[in-house]
């Protein structure tokens, strides 16, 4: 496609984005409806950019698979300063490619999918990116197609990562068996995960109560209850902010008996 093509106001953020513009470190393009070749323009001008730290495309890829490959090979793999990334609300059935390119990216903190059509087979590309990726704090999946089979391939993901905090799965058609996987990798493997959405799926409330406590057991500290070299003078300190959560409290008091005693 031919430059003058190209909307006046891509080609000017374009010009913005190659020249390093400060007032661009936050790149709206909400409802833009981008086309493949308004997609490679972009992430050209992206690719030779080094401050933006938020892209939002939310509503923006017209579904296309091409455009999100695009975005994954020349901006994802290895981009410098992108931080925060909105993809919702795109109508995408295949996120391989961003699952692929979270491999070797180190710099991406959140990740915005929400309100796609995203299934079992990008969720086995998520669990990849989550083995191995040590900076993606957020990943937000709520209102896809994930299934239990989706949930398995994220929670054996999920025993390998130390990094992320929030994930967001709700309405995904998840059952209680899917959930119970991801309670027994919280139980086993993850102490790093504090917040878990599981709201509107196929899941009793009794066990998204259950897995909510080992987050937030997650956030106030529980690698340390394992930990032989972490001074107990340490654990009031530590658990002071759930004083006003006595799930929290009451699963700390189980797992190290006499804690409150000293």
């Not at 470190?25 to 080094?50: E, F």
């Not at 896809?144 to 967001?168: F, I, K, P």
Request: contains cysteine; charged residues 20%.
């Amino acid at each position: 496609m031919e430059a003058a093509a190209i909307p006046h106001w891509l080609q000017d953020q374009c010009r913005r984005l190659e020249a390093k513009d400060e007032y661009v470190s936050n790149l709206n393009l909400n409802i833009r409806r981008l086309d493949d070749s308004m997609m490679v323009v972009l992430s050209q001008a992206l690719r030779k950019n080094s401050v933006i730290s938020v892209l939002n495309m939310t509503s923006s890829l017209k579904n296309s698979p091409l455009g999100l490959n695009i975005l994954a090979e020349l901006i994802l793999r290895s981009h410098a300063s992108l931080a925060t990334l909105h993809l919702s609300y795109n109508h995408l059935t295949d996120v391989v490619a961003v699952g692929n390119a979270l491999v070797t990216n180190q710099k991406l903190i959140s990740l915005h999918l929400d309100y796609n059509l995203i299934d079992k087979r990008s969720a086995a590309a998520m669990a990849d990116a989550l083995r191995v990726n040590t900076t993606l704090v957020r990943l937000h999946l709520n209102y896809n197609l994930l299934g239990d089979e989706g949930v398995l391939a994220l929670a054996d993901g999920l025993q390998h990562n130390t990094s992320l905090l929030h994930l967001g799965l709700k309405r995904n058609s998840i059952s209680a068996v899917g959930a119970s996987v991801l309670f027994q990798t919280i139980v086993t493997r993850n102490m790093s995960l504090q917040r878990l959405d599981l709201e509107d799926n196929f899941i009793p409330a009794e066990m998204i109560s259950q897995i909510g406590i080992l987050c937030r057991a997650n956030k106030a500290g529980r690698r340390y209850l394992t930990d032989t070299n972490f001074p107990d003078n340490l654990w009031p300190a530590l658990l002071e902010w759930v004083n006003d959560d006595p799930d929290v409290l009451y699963f700390f008091a189980r797992a190290k008996p006499g804690l409150y005693e000293r």
